[in-house]
């Protein structure tokens, strides 16, 4: 299930110099099984994965870090939606997390920091991986084994970015290493343009040189397929629709992914890096090691109770809206929505566990839900063994039919319209005879409402809703239909920039509008 690329302790000590020097506390490297496990036997330099391993896994660490993809991404790209809400009790997370979810957010709030600080430091170890390849040169490399670690190091900046794009809009360009450290805070910020021109660069180059597969020891790695796929995403959020929907139609033809997972399997352990998968960052736990080479994503989402039911804050669970926009008998309803029991009506997780009365909040999301049989080979219940799903194969095709139907004209309508019905096939799969049917409009306006909803529905919970509503101009009424009043897109489409990171920049970096 997974894989293991945890350099061993006899390893640790050949390397420990350059770790030190580079990754600034790092102590984890990107998770694989440990049939996997590297020594100083079979550690794959010159062969395997190639020789700036020692400095590009400290990226993929930092994919799993606490301040990239745990609690501030799950607060700003997920609970500042109209799909979720805080949850656990009315007071915890505080100031922070109480106004990512009712608006409007301080320039002190913390969590806003702690992802500026968390994806600038990743971008800062792919720099210096690019660095030592093109600038430092001192490693005996083959030309192939260079450009494919700069593709690795390029893809995972570009996806930076790309977060960082969307959280704050204008932010500082930082695409080189610094000599000192500390001149950075001093960068003044680009324009978007500027950065998505940085981003598409660096996922068009990473496309190109990435291999389409890894060798299942190194499972978890970026591929063509995921630069690809996360460049169409840059497209669309910019409506480039023709490179959006050419860029998309290079993922569905590779033929390394498709719909053949039901979705009810995808998102338990079992369906972790499946045909489903473009990217995850992988999470890995056992009795011995419960946290140290997992994420705290789900755990952070987890079930908040007692005893066996304490699973974890009970954070980011599914809104009232969310719920009321399934349609009749859509099975993934019951995937993405977890319902506690009441007095009248026991609520039956998917593993079939009956949840206990008098538990915090009436829903949960049941996409990080773990399995039971995992939380005993453990023996912890907080789940941070989940991998985390950054890009589905679904998300690809639905990007697919977006761009389409945007380019207008009955083949591309069309287009759109059969690869959004591709998607309802696999989520209707053993649910009532008439259950999801397909969408028969030919009509622009129509099909583009139909290809929203079933963005909404199809990757609920999965940190797009936020991003899509803003770029489709319709955050404002969406969430003051979801009882958000205080929200205006005007102000609160982007984070505000981090009052901590412009007092370190002496004023260098100026905030945001509307606050």
Not at 499 to 504: F, N, R, W, Y
């Amino acid at each position: 299930m997974k894989y293991s690329n945890i350099i061993t302790r006899k390893l640790l000590p050949v390397l420990a110099i350059v770790m030190i020097a580079t990754f600034s506390g790092c102590k984890k490297f990107l998770d694989t099984p440990r049939q996997g496990e590297y020594n100083e036997e079979n550690y794959p330099y010159p062969g395997g994965a190639g020789p700036y391993d020692q400095f590009i896994l400290g990226a993929y660490t930092d994919l799993r870090g606490y301040n990239v993809h745990a609690d501030g991404f799950i607060v700003a790209t997920s609970i500042r939606s109209d799909d979720a809400d805080k949850g656990s009790t009315a007071s915890d997370g505080g100031p922070d997390v109480i106004t990512m979810d009712n608006f409007p957010v301080l320039t002190n709030n913390g969590r806003a920091n702690a992802l500026w600080t968390g994806y600038y430091g990743l971008i800062n170890k792919c720099n210096n991986t690019i660095h030592q390849i093109t600038i430092r040169n001192e490693i005996v490399a083959t030309e192939e084994a260079k450009m494919q670690a700069r593709a690795e190091a390029r893809f995972i900046r570009g996806y930076g970015y790309f977060m960082l794009v969307r959280l704050f809009g204008r932010v500082p360009k930082i695409d080189t290493l610094f000599a000192d450290p500390a001149a950075q805070n001093n960068v003044p910020q680009s324009t978007p343009a500027e950065i998505y021109s940085l981003i598409e660069s660096d996922l068009t180059f990473a496309a190109s040189f990435l291999p389409a597969e890894w060798d299942k020891k190194f499972i978890g790695r970026a591929t063509s397929g995921a630069a690809n796929g996360i460049l169409a995403k840059v497209y669309l959020t910019q409506k480039k629709w023709a490179m959006a929907k050419a860029t998309a139609a290079l993922v569905m033809n590779s033929g390394k992914y498709d719909l053949s997972t039901p979705y009810a399997t995808i998102f338990g352990e079992s369906g972790e890096n499946s045909k489903e998968s473009v990217f995850e960052i992988q999470g890995r736990a056992d009795a011995q090691i419960k946290t140290d080479q997992g994420i705290q994503y789900a755990s952070i989402q987890g079930v908040r109770g007692a005893t066996e039911w304490n699973m974890g804050w009970g954070w980011n669970t599914p809104s009232t809206f969310l719920e009321a926009a399934y349609e009749a008998n859509d099975p993934r309803k019951a995937r993405t929505i977890l319902y506690t029991s009441t007095p009248t009506t026991p609520g039956i997780t998917i593993y079939g566990e009956t949840t206990p009365l008098g538990l915090p909040n009436p829903r949960y999301n049941q996409k990080v839900y773990t399995l039971p049989s995992e939380r005993a080979r453990v023996n912890d219940r907080f789940g941070y063994w989940m991998n985390v799903r950054i890009l589905r194969y679904a998300d690809i095709v639905l990007m697919f039919a977006e761009a389409s139907n945007e380019m207008g004209g009955a083949d591309n309508i069309e287009a759109a319209r059969v690869a959004l019905n591709t998607v309802r096939a696999r989520a209707r799969t053993g649910a009532p005879v008439g259950t999801l049917a397909d969408r028969v409009t030919t009509d622009q306006g129509e099909l583009r409402d139909f290809i929203r909803h079933e963005r909404r529905i199809e990757l609920a919970m999965e940190h797009d809703r936020f991003f899509d509503i803003v770029r489709w101009g319709i955050a404002d009424d969406a969430m003051h239909n979801a009882g958000k009043p205080n929200f205006s897109a005007a102000r609160d489409a982007l984070l505000p920039i981090p009052q901590a990171q412009i007092d370190l920049s002496n004023n260098v970096l100026t905030q945001n509008f509307g606050y």
